[in-house]
DNA sequence: GTGAAAGCGCTAACAC
DNA sequence: GTGTTAGCGCTTTCAC
């Protein structure tokens, strides 16, 4: 690391060995919390590093550990019809991403596991995959959606422990974290039609993600099982601008319906946008059920009813998972289901 | 760095040079691009360094270089009322740090230098300052925007170089990239009395930073020109919900008002909904000039006459900076102010 | 133009 | 319980 001021190196273990009139493999020692060092030497050294100011260099201790203590987020986009800029703006405005991150922080940051944040656009792969292989991290936790997402097998191929958040959309042998999409659709559908609600139509998300195939899915079968074969869907980006236009497509289309499935919360929101501008009481007029429950649910009007994911809990287990497979090589790939529970607010 | 398979580790320079039948040192002679290898010789090299499969192991690297070819974007918080899933869900709310991203991944993609980012609230400084003495990057983007936030000084104090990204709160020795706040604020007022108000307010943005006190202070003084003395203001904290709120509170106090300057974006959509429900048309009853030029302030109704902040040159100059500081040792602390524009559009 | 050799700062056997 | 020593994988003088 380069110094900008001061010109001097920083203190190495070295100088606080002789500081403190020790070895340095004593120093070492003390560093690494080893039981079997004396107790007044112990102190004598932490003293010594405290005088000094020493901090252990990362690079010459990971290139004997092989370990580097911390784990990047990568969020993945494969689309190349985005611009750079489009894709960060979506990343830092919709929640779903800080409830992750904050959902693995939890779990790793009691560890002393640094997190770092490496957003992935299509032209960057080659430079994200760069960088895990140069071994700056010990380990991934790959936010990746789009079925045709070449970066989870790359990542595998890697041989860079990794786990996914979600089911991968071909099948390859990954750990991974997911929520029973299906299953949460069908209880917005069922929440529906106990309201009554039989005109019921969807804001589908992109159909080439596995998360807005199955909620699509999810949905018509569990109407279907009702009798109800005639689903309108009009799909959407997860985007709330998408989500507005949608509604805008969908209502022109089919102005009778009395009841709106949303596969996120951040297109519900744009939903209700246009819904008021078109002078549809929500819910009287029509009932919404969102997908998410993010923070976006609870700051719009009518407050929403929705689909509720343990994001932060699914991001403690990825956490997890991946520190298991970090520190037991070998590990095998593991998956873990969540569920999803409907959240009953005013909207539905 | 771990594997979780494969067992084996990965190639080393070692291997590359018997493969080729070559020293070691020819072959970190190719990798690093020194011109005075023989092209037979390094072509060779290269061929054997693809059939290998060789990457350069960034530990040992660094731990003779000092460089590990990264930096940290590290945005701060030194709050502590808020818990960290409120501070993250800000992060991934605001369009501001993915232009901010977008902006410095311009500058620095180019140079093959890794970003990560680092969200650190107050209870993690600890643990960011530690990533930062530890060495994994070669020096640090900050976002800090509060008065109080203890985390630049203690940044420069590492001597890991640094540019901040906006005008320090306290007076210390570091690059820092602005924009000139009070002429921006000016630029509202302006707009807003040619635009024949003069029953103005403000909602502000947080008094503890310096953008808040400047766009108000700014605001204040370009009216008190033109002989307006009297302007309410309201303080938010640069989020939606606080800019709804806040207009609320104004309008109880003040029904009169005809023009309102609202300090961020994202305030101003929270405003302009508050005054959708006051029946308020904008900007017939009242005009409303926003701050950032946000995606915020397009994706509004009616879309929003606002600030013009350049954050990606922003971004993008404080990259240079920083790579500069990195690159030259002893580089002197140096600042950049841009100009705000005014950018109209519906809302006044 | 290329190779030999000496570290960079740390950890982990292995002796004592 | 502590010290000695041999590397980890790479870059970089310094000879040749």
């Given amino acids: 690391m380069a110094r900008s001021t001061g010109g001097g190196r920083p203190p190495t273990l070295e100088q606080v060995a002789e500081f403190a009139g020790v070895s340095r493999a004593t120093v070492s020692r003390v560093i690494n919390a080893v039981p079997t060092v004396d107790p007044s030497i112990r102190e004598n050294v932490e003293r010594a590093i405290a005088a000094i100011g020493y901090v252990p260099n990362i690079a010459a201790r990971s290139l004997v550990n092989r370990r580097t203590d911390s784990v990047a987020l990568v969020i993945s986009e494969p689309g190349s019809r985005h611009y750079d800029a489009d894709f960060l703006n979506r990343i830092f405005t919709d929640p779903y991403f800080g409830r ?5 922080q939890e779990v790793l940051r009691p560890q002393g596991v640094h997190l770092v944040i490496i957003p992935a656009d299509a032209p960057a792969h080659h430079q994200v995959l760069r960088y895990l292989r140069q071994g700056h991290v010990d380990g991934v936790l790959l936010i990746s959606s789009h079925v045709a997402d070449p970066l989870p097998r790359q990542v595998t191929d890697l041989h860079v422990p990794a786990v996914l958040s979600a089911r991968p959309g071909q099948p390859i042998p990954i750990s991974f974290v997911d929520t029973d999409q299906r299953a949460g659709a069908r209880l917005a559908a069922e929440h529906l039609l106990a309201r009554g609600r039989r005109r019921v139509a969807t804001i ?51 102005p009778d319906v009395d009841g709106l499935f949303v596969a996120s919360d951040l297109m519900a929101v744009g939903a ?22 993010s923070s976006a649910a609870l700051a719009c009007r009518p407050q929403l009813t929705t689909i509720r994911q343990p994001v932060e809990e699914m991001a403690g287990e990825m956490a997890r998972l991946l520190l298991a497979s970090i520190r037991e090589p070998g590990h095998l790939a593991r998956s873990v289901i969540f569920n999803s529970t409907l959240v009953e607010r005013e909207s539905a």
Same sequence: chains 1, 2.
């Avoid at 992750?100 to 693995?104: C, F, I, M, N, S």
């Fill in 204 to 254: 589908a998300g992109p159909q080439d993600m596995p998360a807005g195939e199955d909620r699509l899915s999810g949905f018509r079968s569990a109407l279907a099982a009702h009798g109800i074969h005639d689903v309108p869907a009009v799909p959407g980006d997860f985007t709330q601008a998408s989500g507005e236009a949608a509604a805008r497509d969908l209502l022109a289309r089919h």
């Fill in 100 to 104: 992750l991150t904050a959902g693995a």
């Fill in 272 to 293: 209700l946008r246009t819904l008021a501008e078109l002078g549809k009481r929500v819910p009287e007029d029509i009932a919404v059920v969102g997908f998410d429950d």
